[in-house]
């Protein structure tokens, strides 16, 4: 049996510490594994998951650590230092692009990239980008992100459901420009109010205080353009059960990125595939090696106002098309569910257990 510690240093939101515990055991039942949680500030969030990390090696043998949401800034230093910790093998999950951070080229940096064992990329894309700033390709190893396929499911017989005779459109996210850009996508609206199309566009955001203030500037925006009748907004943050209910109303989920702007793959993307939904989504990221236009969803390839009248023209006319939805969800399940997520890591986590226990 191997200790491997997970380190997650966000709060944790849709599931309790024992629950993930729980679900860890459940699909790796050969690991002795442990989720340890951290709070507060970057640097806080370090030097707790540090101190913790520190306790349990003094009290039993670890195999190896994953670092997925953890600051490495100082763990990554304060572990390899210390004669306790520094013999233990490190790996970083890495799911957002490192090019993207000024300080990933300091040397400062390097230095910390260099002492960091093992990589854990969850897209080709993100490996890719590792290796352009010099990470060895023998410490890059791809994973994908996974998803609760029995959590996320299509609606069942007992669930809510969307109408039949409304494309309903959801978008969740942060109210921000660069994947909401909200001028052009109520200029599209009003096009599809204007062409007879019935729709529903429902806005949620995360319930951040700066979004309160932008609501306010969005429902005038939808009051001016008459589309009070088309198109609503809320703002809050949503337990998990809340979440799938929106889910399970809309038939078309939509994220619109201008850039590399989130994880990669996106994870609400595979979320809504995976609840056998219609996600609509740029040509950006990692988005277009999982969607192909019309077969598993609809690609934006430019986020302009002819681009998406055409695409969300397009959703109306194909947002209940159970092949469409079914492939989706198909996909997801062969790629990204937890058994074979699972085993992925398992052989990684074996790669570097059975080295440090071979010494």
Known sequence: TMN??????????????????????????????????????????????????????????????DLINTDIRLFVPLSKYLMKTKRIPILKH?????????????????????????????????????????????KIFYCPPQIDCDLYRPPQDNDDKPGDEVCNFLYLGYLIDEKLPIITLLDVCSYLRQEGNNFHLNIHGWGTREEQRIMVSIKKLIDKRELNDFVSISSKLLPL?????????????????????????????????????????????SIPSVIQNGYNGILVDKVDFKTLCDKFTQATEIYDNEHIQKRARAD????????????????????????????
Do not use: C, H
């Open 94 to 138: 890495v799911y957002m692009d490192p090019t993207q951070s000024n300080f990933v080229s300091s040397y400062f940096q390097k230095q910390i990239y260099n002492r960091i064992d093992g990589f854990i990329s969850t897209s080709p894309l993100i490996k890719n980008n590792l290796i352009d700033i010099g990470i060895d390709e023998d």
């Open 241 to 285: 059960s809340e979440k799938i209910e929106l889910f399970n109303q809309a038939n078309v989920i939509f994220l619109l990125y201008s850039r590399f702007l989130a994880v990669d793959p996106p994870i609400t993307m595979l979320e809504v595939m995976s609840s056998g939904k219609i996600f609509m989504g740029s040509n950006v990221q």
């Open 4 to 65: 491997i510690s997970v380190i997650d240093s966000i709060t944790p939101k849709l599931k309790t510490i024992a629950e993930n515990n729980e679900l860890a055991t459940l699909n790796w039942p050969d690991l002795d594994i442990t989720l340890i949680p951290s709070y507060g500030g970057a640097f806080s969030r370090s030097i707790s998951s540090y101190l913790k990390f520190r306790s349990m090696a003094s009290k039993r043998k670890i195999s190896s650590i």
């Open 332 to 359: 997801i399940k062969k790629t990204y569910s937890y058994p074979v997520v699972s085993s992925k890591l398992l052989s990684i986590y074996k790669r570097y257990g059975y080295s440090e226990l071979s010494q």
